[in-house]
């Protein structure tokens, strides 16, 4: 069994800023894949379902923690836990600065990068979580960051975030079967972005 949890803060509010877009990802495959509807546990909304894979459907739980952004381990923590599973069961979909908008990077393990929900998962759990990482470029000045993450995305954004979203759902049973490098590929060729400085192109 694998968690898939998607960070992002709870409520209409948030629901576009680029701090979510982990939650969006977690939606689309929650989508793609038929998932149940969602319930509150594990202070998340979860959804429970299966992801086709080569050698069978894998089941797999969705949580999007409603702990808002910075406090995602107690959630993710608390079902793993639950579930008697390690850290390489659980796959973390979150917003990248210091990746380019568009751009998609699969890793397990290291540290936070300034990243508080990272590191407040990593208090809970450990390092040695799987990590998608969603590039939404960095706005340019370290002062103008959490503006950045806390602002939704602009109109010009949606091809490239909905192209995304969809390649991440679509490859999820390369990501079920635990062939992250492969999945990160997949999900590249299906939306593919241009490599680029990620304090290149800031909109804010």
Not at 106 to 126: E, Y
Request: proline share 7%; net charge positive; with cysteine.
């Amino acid at each position: 069994m694998l968690i898939l949890a998607g960070l992002g803060n709870p409520g209409p509010r948030y629901a576009n800023n680029r701090h979510n877009i982990g939650a969006m990802a977690v939606d689309a495959i929650a989508k793609r894949w038929r998932f149940d509807p969602e319930r509150s546990r594990f202070h998340s909304l979860a959804r429970a379902g299966e992801i086709a894979a080569p050698a069978g459907a894998v089941k797999a739980l969705i949580l999007k923690p409603q702990t808002f952004y910075n406090e995602s381990g107690r959630a993710v923590g608390e079902a793993m836990k639950f579930f008697k599973l390690t850290p390489a069961d659980v796959i973390v979909f979150y917003d990248e600065i210091d990746l380019a908008p568009g751009r998609f990077r699969m890793k397990t393990g290291g540290g936070a990068a300034g990243n508080n929900g990272v590191r407040s998962i990593t208090a809970h759990i450990g390092p040695d979580f799987r990590r998608a990482r969603l590039g939404t470029g960095h706005p340019g000045h370290k002062d103008r960051v959490q503006g950045h993450v806390l602002s939704d995305f602009h109109k010009v954004d949606i091809p490239w975030v909905d192209a995304l979203l969809a390649a991440c759902a679509d490859a999820a049973p390369l990501l079920a079967a635990g062939e992250d490098e492969k999945y990160q590929t997949e999900v590249m060729r299906l939306a593919p972005a241009e490599k680029s400085d990620p304090r290149t192109n800031p909109r804010d």
